[in-house]
């Protein structure tokens, strides 16, 4: 039984091997299918896994207090669009003032500039660094962690005090060699000296997390004086059954901070941190749904090929079933031979799309700075696919094989 199943899949990689170019064709038509769904589940996936990590950071009890919301309204081209105030100081101070929900911290901060250069004796960064004004919180509401030296703490802010805490690359860039603590660093003619190093947290989108400097609120807002600054407001809450009644009292107290009457809408937005995770994961959903619908309508056309090569092998092939059958093979030993070729091409051609479609994937996690992840389940759908691609084809090629008659197929030219 072993030995001739063994004989029949010698004699189908000897069939494949004799028409090589045809079969490397086939395999490249499954692989392409294949590549393209692996290639772009993949691509989701180390999307979704960077963008969560980074909200997942800020913890699941926070949630922010912003210009607008997170989710943006289509509009017809008759309708005008919504403009929200910024966020100024005044609004900011006036919260701080009357937030006094229990378990609560809040953080303040803004972008001073995202184009600054950052100075040290004789060496000088390109004008690339981010600089942000912040207090004691912003550090903790973020979810950024302290590798070197401490954060802000209250008496940095509320002493206006020269001192900043900075990102790893910056750190790179100034101190290659030397220990950053205690150094004194130049942001815009302004002496600052550095009294943290943030943990790596790497780049999204090609924005540059661990190229920046974070200061004293005041301090930033004596260097940057720009008109209409816009400020963040981030609180986190100290235990989660409290979270709603805090985001609650949150949007009364900045309602009465920008004299809204009940009937008014809002006219800030408020985001918290799992619900972006959750928006993420729906739109993630739907980008799978149309990577399936591409994928399948491209493997759709893979099993129609295959189909197709298989038939025409076994009208090529006639003679020689009659030759086999005349020396006593049986319909199943037959049809077991041409199925095992479409099997062998369908696995090929699995393979190697799914080779490709890893490739594809880490390729666009590089290009874009994702956090690429080895795409477990998608190898596992492809192996399956190619399986299944390879017995819908090989099912009816191999049936006509087994059932064409020994004396007709000898006479065949």
């Not at 995202?114 to 100075?119: G, H, M, P, R």
């Not at 912040?134 to 509401?141: I, M, P, T, W």
């Not at 091409?345 to 880490?362: E, M």
């Amino acid at each position: 039984m072993f030995s001739l199943v063994r004989e029949n899949i010698k004699i189908a990689v000897d069939s494949i091997k004799s028409q090589l170019l045809r079969t490397i064709l086939t395999v490249l038509i499954i692989a392409i299918g294949i590549m393209a769904l692996v290639g772009i589940l993949s691509g989701i996936s180390a999307l979704e896994n960077t963008i969560s990590s980074d909200f997942s950071s800020m913890g699941a009890n926070t949630f922010n207090l912003q210009r607008y919301d997170f989710n943006v309204q289509r509009q017809s081209g008759r309708e005008r669009k919504k403009i929200n105030p910024v966020i100024d100081y005044v609004d900011v101070k006036d919260f701080l003032d009357k937030y006094t929900y229990p378990f609560t911290t809040v953080s303040v901060s803004f972008y001073g500039t995202s184009a600054a250069e950052v100075k040290y004796e004789n060496e000088k960064t390109d004008p690339e660094v981010a600089v942000i004004g912040a207090n004691e919180y912003f550090l903790e509401n973020s979810g950024l962690e302290i590798e070197l030296g401490r954060g802000l703490n209250v008496f940095d802010v509320q002493n206006n005090n020269a001192v900043c805490v900075i990102g790893s690359d910056l750190r790179k860039a100034l101190f290659p060699d030397d220990y950053p603590i205690n150094k004194t660093i130049s942001v815009r003619g302004s002496k600052l000296k550095v009294i943290g190093l943030l943990k790596e947290k790497g780049s999204t989108f090609g924005n540059n997390q661990d190229l920046r400097v974070i200061m004293p609120i005041q301090k930033a807002r004596s260097i940057f004086t720009n008109p209409n600054i816009n400020y963040n407001l981030s609180v986190k809450v100290g235990k989660k059954d409290l979270l709603e009644g805090a985001q609650e009292d949150a949007i009364q107290t900045f309602r009465n901070i920008r004299k809204l009457t009940p009937t008014e809408e809002n006219n800030f937005g408020l985001v918290r941190s799992d619900d972006l995770i959750n928006r993420i994961a729906s739109i993630s959903s739907y980008l799978y749904i149309a990577a399936w619908i591409i994928s399948i309508i491209t493997i759709f056309g893979s099993t129609i090929a295959l189909m197709n090569i298989m038939l025409v092998s076994v009208t090529e092939r006639t003679r020689e079933i009659g030759v086999r059958k005349a020396l006593g093979a049986k319909r199943k030993t037959i049809a077991f031979q041409f199925f095992m070729e479409t099997v062998i091409i369908g696995q090929l051609g699995g393979i190697l799309g799914i080779i490709l479609g890893i490739l594809i994937g880490w390729g666009i996690s590089k290009a874009f700075e994702l956090d690429f992840s080895t795409p477990w389940l998608a190898m596992i759908w492809a192996t399956s696919i190619a399986f299944v691609v390879a017995l819908v084809s090989g099912v009816y090629p191999a049936t006509k094989a087994a059932k064409l008659d020994p004396i007709e197929s000898l006479r065949y030219e």
